[in-house]
């Protein structure tokens, strides 16, 4: 029998087919609902960058980095991690226990937070080298616990799929919030002003994602008749325990190997370094928040569907880190090759140094942009454990390139350089361990269902 002849012809005839399949896919739709919100408030953002750079300076990023740093660090486990667990549940009911759980945890954080702060809190100032955040520091717990809120709000929405919501509040409170600091900055420009004005943005966007929520029928809790009850807060505490056991000391690490420069550039080289890193970290995260939080968001309750339903949950990762891939390639590489000149223009000319960083720290943010689809399938695969201990490797392999920079190199951007090779290195060994994964749990999978089905 002679094999089958594709002519040209077929070939478009199947290609047009699958991107009319594809255009009619509604993964793909949430995608680019999601998507067109977070670049409609990323757009927003860069735009008026410029304007904040030159009303406030290096100086004034540099402490505002140093107080935000110490606030990401903590972010992620204000309530130990129980809001990613919002989205798994069946039932409405047990997502709103676990959304009660998390803000009460997140209450008691915020509280055992301030009295750290109230004792030891202008002794790390000083450690830090950079006093003048002393007397905000009481505001950290504020913004552990609004992000918190935020958090959960945002959870509940993926779990609900208000997509065209989230997307549109996005935009509304990118636009209040950097109008916020420009109003502060041009009536007084300092690193206080620019330090409060951000501080607030958590509180800002969980109110305007509340205001809107209240006003979604699509967004109301649904129960069924002859439902039963729901869990008990310690039921709902002790059925996702694993959350707090792995996924927090997970989020713990990776927050403080992430924001640990900015802290490392303010005590070896002074506040104007740790700004310039500061600016660096916020410009190049924002294609990882354009696209790679999207694709997240939608990816995430469709990858534990996928789960439950025994799918062939690697190749979809695969498909979507490549896509990834292709579509982060062409930014990264331009700020690559030319850092520094785009910095300068963009930003203003103190700002030069900056983009040498930016040179440098593109091609670690390329990584943790192709690898948001691997990152988030970690709950849905339970590889929670397993990413705890990479975790804690990779904080390690951080923490050595930054030291090492700063005592044995001692330049601030060959410490900078650093960094980015040792986040390289981690976050290919994720996306590669975590597509391994996802090939050997469904080859398990597929074995089990004969007997499941006996």
Not at 19 to 34: D, H, M, Q
Not at 130 to 142: E, G, R
Not at 161 to 185: D, K
């Amino acid at each position: 029998m002679e094999p089958e002849v594709t002519t040209p012809a077929a070939l478009r005839t199947r290609f047009c087919a699958a991107g009319r399949a594809a255009l009619r896919s509604p993964v793909l739709r949430n995608i680019v609902t999601v998507a067109s919100g977070t670049a409609g408030a990323q757009v927003i953002t860069l735009a008026l960058m410029p304007v904040i750079t030159r009303l406030y300076g290096p100086q004034a990023y540099g402490v505002l980095g140093v107080f935000m740093s110490l606030a990401f660090m903590v972010i992620p486990i204000a309530a130990l991690t129980y809001p990613i667990a919002i989205v798994l549940p069946k039932r409405d009911a047990d997502a709103r226990g676990l959304i009660r759980l998390s803000l009460l945890i997140a209450a008691g954080f915020a509280l055992f937070a301030a009295g750290l702060i109230a004792l030891f809190g202008e002794a790390l100032a000083a450690a830090a080298g950079v006093t003048q955040i002393t007397p905000f520091l009481m505001l950290l717990p504020l913004v552990l616990l609004a992000s918190a809120a935020l958090e959960v709000t945002q959870q509940w929405l993926i779990r609900k799929q208000c997509y065209r919501l989230t997307a549109g509040v996005a935009v509304q409170q990118a636009l209040a919030h950097n109008g916020l600091r420009i109003g502060v900055g041009l009536l007084h420009a300092s690193p206080a002003a620019l330090l409060l004005s951000t501080a607030v943005g958590p509180l800002l966007h969980t109110l305007m994602l509340n205001w809107s929520l209240r006003r979604s029928p699509l967004a109301r809790a649904t129960q069924a008749a002859g439902e039963a009850p729901p869990l008990g807060t310690r039921e709902l505490a002790a059925r996702y325990h694993d959350f707090p056991l792995y996924r927090a000391p997970q989020m713990l690490i990776n927050a403080v190997s992430q924001n640990l420069p900015t802290l490392v550039l303010a005590v070896f080289f002074g506040p104007v370094a740790a700004g310039f890193f500061a600016l660096c970290k916020q410009a190049l995260n924002v294609p990882t928040q354009l696209l790679g939080k999207s694709v997240a968001d939608v990816y995430y309750p469709r990858i534990s569907t996928a789960v439950h339903e025994r799918q062939p949950v690697a190749a979809m990762l695969a498909k979507a880190t490549a896509a990834l891939a292709l579509v982060g390639l062409l930014p990264f590489a331009l700020v690559f090759c030319f850092g520094p000149q785009l910095f300068a223009l963009v930003f203003g000319e103190q700002w030069a140094v900056a983009g040498e960083y930016a040179r440098w720290l593109a091609l670690a943010e390329y990584m943790i942009f192709v690898s948001r689809p691997c990152a988030v399938a970690v709950p849905a695969l339970a590889l929670q454990g397993q990413f705890l201990v990479f975790e804690v490797l990779s904080t390690v392999l951080r923490i050595a390139a930054l030291m090492a920079g700063a005592l044995f190199l001692q330049q601030a951007g060959q410490t900078v350089m650093a960094f980015a090779a040792a986040s390289i290195l981690i976050y290919l060994s994720l996306i590669a361990s975590v597509l391994f994964a996802a090939r050997r749990w469904h080859a398990t999978a597929d074995r089990q269902m004969p007997r499941d089905r006996s």
